[in-house]
């Protein structure tokens, strides 16, 4: 018999469809995970009718890639995607369970040459703080998967995947079934042993019919085994017929059963045990039914044998019974295992056999991982303070070689505790998270070299181990509580809270101030302060009065623009923006003869300053929130340049006459091109779409993270990208802007402001103004770039938002039908896989897992490098300069759509 390992059989079977009877039973307690999968994404599998969601809820690393073209087309649906882990030792899912539940979970595999290189990774499988598995591959283009049956204590479970320096780790489907009715069943020596399936199989000779769900209920995959040397016995039973056991093997598995053809020979099963130095525990389940009425004269009864040694015997069958034979915990340490059923001396028929299951035992005795409170705590710590550079993934302390960077545990009544945090130097703003407080074994936290604001919680003085706590170089304001100092003063606990400009005792070693000695301080304080105030009057008055004269001084010479003593330079009018007064706007504007354009603001005008195109946007009179808005853009435009926003060269602010003054952008609008309203020619290529988005999302970035403190748009839209003349964009209208209060600052509260459909709904509903809602709105945006559809269709008084159409078009997996069909097919499909991908991780319902501008700005240069590099291919490129500014991305380009 060919050896089971060896066989080509087994190597095959990943890569054939699945193939079931569709009953339509009931999927409650699968978890169906498609990794890689477009965020909002979902499907049913149409061989097996199981539901398919994206991982993007359950993991915050990893990169969306696709299988080559060739495997999309012979494997199923779920290994199209797959999600890759070049960055990071230990990337981990998270996925909520039910607690004190039997699952069977399966990890599946499909490399399809995704990355290009053809060059089979390697790499650990951990499930929460064990290890399961190490995956390896012998064929690029064969899916192999990984069961394991779990009873899990916790709520939620750890999948992690860990990178040996042999390969960048990558996982394709995550399964996960409650075994219910089989709880009783799979049942181990001990508490602390998981069975890890080796084999499950049926016996039958057509060896390319795979079952699972929906004829398995507990979707175990039964695999098809045949020996030539057999003989097949089949029957048509049906499930009602059956007489089943606890283990419920499906019944169409046990319709075909092998038994030998030669009457007194054995029936033989053998691998190769390659490892044959280790002593492994098997777990074996045999399932046998009679499938043959047999006459008064026949029997059927055999010895079960393994390596020569008998564990059992079956004696004669009953017609359409089910019965399973089981041994637990059998150890061996053989080269080549065997089992063996051979007849008994009293037996007139040879053995027979419908299906076998082989279970290797992992043992998990081991700490079970970090108490719970305390790991849901640090977990909370991350998401509030955003910790994205460190290896926060999975168990914070386990395994000890992946433990979390800056976390320190010890084990404390049995449980493991986290007992130091430190976060210094971590980039950290906002308020220090009351989650520190549920760490009640803390005994050192370090927080120092932040951006930390707000007062120091009264908590920390309750944490009864804490021994050392440094706050130091932030800013943090308030004052130190009595029994922080208390503690210090009786050497319980080593307090740093110097350089906190605003903090009282904002030094190791203060003390508590008298009365007498604060009332002498705030008297000081008030002279000082009324001191100040008064010059500042002084100040304001002569600077009224300097202010009319000169606008005076303009009026009575009847300023004419371009006969001035001193000409404006264009390289001027882009760095220094001055105040125009209303004659000159109507000279500029040859009396407001050519509009350009309307808005809620008001009318924008074309004009000229010399030989300088400009578009003058007047305030309508009727324009409620108008003034103020002309307010904050002038404020912001004042102090910040960047070659992808809009330049202001000047304003009029003269009584009712009230206008901004910028560079002229000579294409228009975005909105304009995408919905087909232009009439300049030019019909906006793949090419084109993202050079724009490139540009946008950079002077959006600007304002993220180029500014300080960082401002907030607000109005992110299509209408509010323009285009000059060589269509390079820019952010306009800068009206709702926010600005932080201070640098650190995490959100602005502020009411709702922005355009329907743009809008973020996290905003919408908290109020919370943060720059996630800025990249929920170029989100849509991208969208609109990417497909030219609308952002709200409106059907029978039905709204359809592009977000909804765009995830349908998803799931049926063809990029075409996604992409603007103007275009014909013009693109390179990986790029545009790509700028789908940022899109929807950017449209993310939850702020939480949408990327930052800067790393939206790094991967839509990626599309943009890629698109290149096939008009590269194609003809020689005309602008060499491009290739080169995006070439350096080419070699870690990710071409393929998830959400993060």
Known sequence: MAKMIANSVFLLLGALSFIATVQGQDQSGFISIDCGLPENSNYTEKNTGINYISDANFIDSGVSKTVSSQDKTTHPQYFNYLRSFPNGIRNCYRINVTSVTRYLIRASFLYGNYDGLNKLPEFDLYLGVHFWETVKFTNSSVSINYEIIHTLSLDYIHICLVNKGTGTPFISVIEMRVLGNLDTTYRTIDSSTRLARFRRLYFSSITNLIYRYQDDPYDRIWEPYWENKWRLISSNHSNDALDQDNFKPPAVVLKTAATSINATASLDFHWDNDDNKTQHQYYFYLHFTELQQLGADHTRSFNINMDGETWNTLESLKYGKVYTKHVRGLSSGCKQCRISLIRTEYSTLPPIISALEIYLAKNFSSQSGTDKDDADAVTNIKMAYR??????????????????????????????????????????????????????????????????SGNIPNFLAQLQSLEYLNLANNNLTGSVSNELLQKQSDGRLTLSVGQNPNLLCGITSCTLQTTATRKKKNNAVITVVASIAGILLLLGIAAVIIFRRRKTYDAANNFVLGRRHNPIKESELETKQREYSFNEVVKMTNNFDRILGRGGFGTVYYGFIEDIEVAVKMLSLSSVQGYQQFIAEVKLLMRVHHRNLTSLIGYCNEETNIGLIYEYMKNGDLDEHLSGKNNRGKSLNWEDRLRIAVDAAQGLEYLHNGCKPPIIHRDVKCPNILLNENFHAKLADFGLSKCFAAEGDTHVSTNVAGTPGYLDPEYTTSNRLTEKSDVYSFGVVLLRIITGQPVIIIKEDTTHHIIERVNSMIAEGDITKVVDSRLQGDFDNNSAWKAVEIAMASVSATSVQRPYMRDIVTQLKDCLAAELARKRNICDLQNEDLVEQFSVNLISTDMTPSAR
């Open 387 to 452: 910790v994205d550079s460190r290896n926060w993934q999975g168990d914070p302390c386990l395994p000890d070689a992946y433990k979390w960077q800056g976390v320190d545990c010890s084990t404390i009544d049995g449980f493991l505790r986290i007992t130091s945090l430190n976060l210094s130097s971590s980039g950290l703003t906002g308020h220090i998270p009351t989650d520190i407080s549920k760490l009640t074994m803390l005994k050192s936290l370090d927080l120092s070299d932040n951006g930390l």
